[in-house]
C-alpha cells in the first residue's frame, strides 16, 4: 500500500512528538508499505514568522512573506528525516522546488496546480520514506508561494491523488469526525464514515476538522481521506464517495458562534437589487455565508445574511456608506447569534428531517431567526445564548449518541 | 557600478539591524548603482538549527542538516526584501534555488560550480535590489548543499565574479585589515590596501576577517574586495592583486595562540618515514598546520608540527597507537605555544626580513622555538606566555604603527 500521512503543527510542535511521528510512520513502513509524509511547521513557527516579519515591515509584501514562511516546513521535514535516520530507516525530505509543486501565481492563496511525481516515485522505489513540506509551492515566476489555510491537508490530499495512494491519512488533535462538538453535546460519538460533500457541508459550518479545498480536492480525485488523531491508534473516520454501512438521516450537527446577522429592511423591490447589495460587500473583500431574501411591506423586500464576527462591523460601514445608491429603509445588525446546523445524505429522500428539527427546537422553547436549507443540510440561526441547549435537543432527537445506529 | 555587498549574521542579528543594513544599501541604490546583497542566516540562528537537530538525533545525516541549515540564509534574505519594501525600495529575495546555484556533492562542504546569472540580471534590469542567500547552492541531485566555513564570503565573491561587478564590498564587526590584532598591539594600524596573497596567509594564519576560500577565489576571478565595517562609513582595506601606494616590507602581524606542537623524536632515517606518520593523521582527519623535519642523533630524524588546541589529544593518541609502525624513540607534545606571523608582499626582493624579525624577538629575550617561512611570510613558534610582547616588538621593529608609511 502506498499511504499519504498529513500531520500538523501541533503534531510536530517539539523534537520530542517529532520523533513520536516518526515511530509511527515507521512502523507501516515496517510493514511494507511505502510511505509519504506531508508536515505543517512545527508549533507556533508560522506565527512567530509573521509577527517576526511585521517587526521589519507592518504590511509585508506578499512575496516575502512566502519566502520567510516556506522556511517553517522545510525545518519541520529537515527534523523529521533527521529523527527516522535515528530509527534506522532511511528517509529524505523534500520542498516544492524538489517535487516541483506548481501552484497558480498569487502568493498567501495560491492553488495547486501540478506536482512533478518522478523525484518522489524515484525515493520510494529506492524504499525511502519520502517526507514533503505541506503548505507551500512554486509560481511560473519560480518564487515560494504558500495555500492558504489548510494548506498543509491540500498538499496531502493533492500527492495522494498524483501518486495514485491507496490512502490519505489526515492526522490531528481529535481522533475523527463526531456527530456534534463533543464539548458542547456530551453524548456526541465519533462516525466511522462520512460522504465527501457531508464533510464539505460541516467543514463549511466550522465544525470541521479538515479544510474544505482539501475535501473538494479529494471527491475531485476520489482520494479516500481518513482522519485520525496523532496521540492515538484509535481507527478514525474515512471519508469517501458513499458510505457502506447503512445511513442514519443525519450525520452530525454542528454550531458555529462566530456568524453574526446583518438586516438590510424595505429594499425597493427591483432588478438587481440583491446584486448591488453584495457586489459593494465583495468588493469590501466581506464573505457573507447565509443569505435570505423576504418580502416586505409595500413593494419593498428585506434581504438578511450572516458574516463572521470580524467583518460584521466594516459589513454595516459599507452598506451605510453606499445608503444613497443601494436605497433601504433600515439596518441592522444582531452579534448575539450562532448557527446551528444538521448534515446528512441521508436527508435528501427524507422531508420529515428539517420538521425534526424545528420540532425539537419548539419543544425547546428557541426560537429560530432565520433557515436556510440545501440538499443535505438545513440551517437555522437562532440566539447565542440557546445554541448549546439546541445541539444537544437536536442530536437527542435525531438518536445521534446511539452506538448502534452506525 | 555594480556592487555586490555581504553582510554576516552579527549584521542581520535582529530586525532592527535589518532595517540598518536595508538603510545602507538602498543609500548606494538611490546612487544609482545596481546593488546585489548576500546574507548570511540572522544571529546564532545556525547554531540553534544545529543544536535542534541534535535533539532528534546525534549524528544527523549531512543531507537533512543542510535541508534544516539553508533555511536560517531565505529566513534572512525575505526579512532584508521586506526592510527594503518598508522604505520604498523594489527588491527581490532569491536562494540557491532560483539562482541557480550549482556546487559539488559534498553536504556540509561543497564547492561553487556555477550560478545562473538570468534570473539576477533581470531583476536587476527591472531596477530591483537583489537579495540572495548566502552559504548554500544545490547540487546534481537537486538537494541543498552549503558551504561550509566563510561559505557566505564565498557566494558575494562568486556572484562578484559571475557578474562581474565593479566591488564586492564584505561588512564585518571590524572596520577593515589591521597590521596586528588591535587587542594586543595597541598601535595597529588598518591598512588601506593588501594583496590576496598577503590577504590569503593572514587567513591561514588566523588573523583574518576573511576566509580563505572566498579569497582565493576572487584571486583567481580578479574581483575587488573591500573589507568594511557595518558600523560605520570608514573605508575599509581594499584587497587585490597589486597595492597602488608604496610598500612597506610587511603588512602585519598575525598571532595564534590556537596552535600545539608536537614532536616525535628519533624517527629511523628512511624513506616513507614522513608519508607514513602524515598519512596515519589525515587518516584521524587530524589537519596539520607547520612541519619541521630535522636531523636527529646517529641516523634518525625528528618531525615536528603544530596542529589545532582540539586536535592535539587525538593526534598523540593515533602516533602512540601506532608506535609499531611509525617506529621512533620518543614522543612530546607542548600546549603552551603560540604562531607568530609576519606577512608582506615586499620580503619577496628583501633577504634582512626575517632576521629583522629574529632580532626584534631577540631584544625581548624570547626564545623561538620553531621557524617556518614562505615567500611572503615567516612564522616562528614561540612560548604562548610571550606572544603579546613578541607581537608589539615585531610591530614596532618594522614600524607598522606609522600612518605615513603606506
Known sequence: MLIVKKFGGTSVGTPERIMNVARRCVEDYN????????????????????????????????????????????????????????LGVRAVSLNAYQIAMHTTSTYGNARLKRIDRERILHELEDRKIVIVTGFQGINKYDDYTTLGRGGSDTTAVALAAALHADACEIYTDVDGVYTADPRIVPTARKLKEITYDEMLDLATLGAGVL??????????????????????????????????????LISGVAIDKNADRVSVMGLKDRPGVAFRLFDVLAKAKINVDVILQSIGREGTKDISFTCEDEYVDEAVAVIEANKARLNYESLSCDKNVAKVSIVGAGMMSNPGVAAKMFEALYNEDININMISTSEIRVTVLINEDDCERAANAIHEAFDLGRTHAM
Open 31 to 86: 510493514k511494507g508499505n511505502d510511505i509519504v509524509v506531508v508536515l505543517s511547521a512545527m508549533g507556533k513557527t508560522t506565527d512567530d514568522l509573521i509577527k517576526l516579519a511585521h517587526e521589519v515591515n507592518p504590511k509585508p509584501p506578499k512575496r516575502e512573506l512566502d519566502m520567510l514562511m516556506t522556511t517553517g516546513e522545510q525545518v519541520s521535514v529537515a527534523m523529521m528525516g533527521m529523527a527516522m535516520d535515528a
Open 211 to 248: 479544510h474544505n479545498r482539501s475535501v473538494e480536492m479529494a471527491k475531485k480525485y476520489g482520494v479516500k481521506l481518513v482522519v485520525r488523531s496523532s496521540l492515538n491508534y484509535s481507527e478514525g473516520t474515512m471519508v469517501k464517495e458513499e458510505v457502506t454501512v447503512e445511513r442514519m
